[in-house]
């Protein structure tokens, strides 16, 4: 525990996290599984966006098996600061035809010019038979802070969870924005790049919960009983190391996004069989002031 804290406070004292300046707050460690940007924006704003994902992950953790999703979310921002967001998830294989509604109130603010941040509340919602890892989890208190080296960005995020089960996270995102001071078609669109090592920490009593809500008898679930790690779960440790390099296409109005993402789980408990994995999303979105 004491390598993870000299890391901790390493990582944030060093680095830096990526926040494009778009017109929006979407964060891929989130509950929302979105593109990456995030931004403090002084005028009305409405953004309308879909998502393609490889797999479906949740703190560093995911389910038995792969589930690719589509995502689409619609979010309002006032030039108070105040945003109100919601999303639909549908998770292909699935039998609901909706497996998740999301929806969720935040403030956005400044506090001086290198430091920004926003707090916000997400309530979730599920299909009875929704089987994506999110689900033991019904709400998200998140609280955002990030601060501008000029040369690196580094954001460190807090959420707390609470429903089913209890947990609480603290991520750790380090990135570099780089954006082409040339066209691609005309003088208004150009092309932006954010490389970006992440850690996630904390508890992960959620994937005791999900294991107990969707014990089967199959190949994709490891027994003893998940009782046995219920302590473990409730240890807060180091979940997931990350590397991921999005590429958008931008214009005034709209971006385009495909990212990669490498991602090593770590302190995995042996209820999911959770390894190393790429995750491949493709975003859309479009702004509308």
Known sequence: MKYICTLFLLTIYFNADAAINRHRILIDRSPRLTADTDTVVRKKSLSVGVSYGSDASFFGRTGPVKYPFLNTDIIYNAKSG????????KVFGSIPTIDEADFGVGYLYNLSKK????ISYTRFLFDRNALIIKSASSNDIDFKNTYDWKFLKTSVILDYLFGESHDFFVTISNSKYIETNWSIFDDKDYLSFTPSFNIILGTQNFVEKYSLNHDRDNDHYIFPPPQKYAGDNSQFNALN????????????????EA????????????ILRNHRESFYNLTFYYVFY
């Open 82 to 89: 105040i945003f109100v967001y919601g999303s639909a998830y």
């Open 259 to 270: 990212s990669y993402k490498y991602s090593i789980p770590v302190n995995v408990e042996g």
């Open 115 to 118: 430091v920004s941040g926003n």
């Open 241 to 256: 190391y990350s590397i991921k390099i999005p590429i958008a296409y931008n214009r005034p109005h709209y971006t385009f």
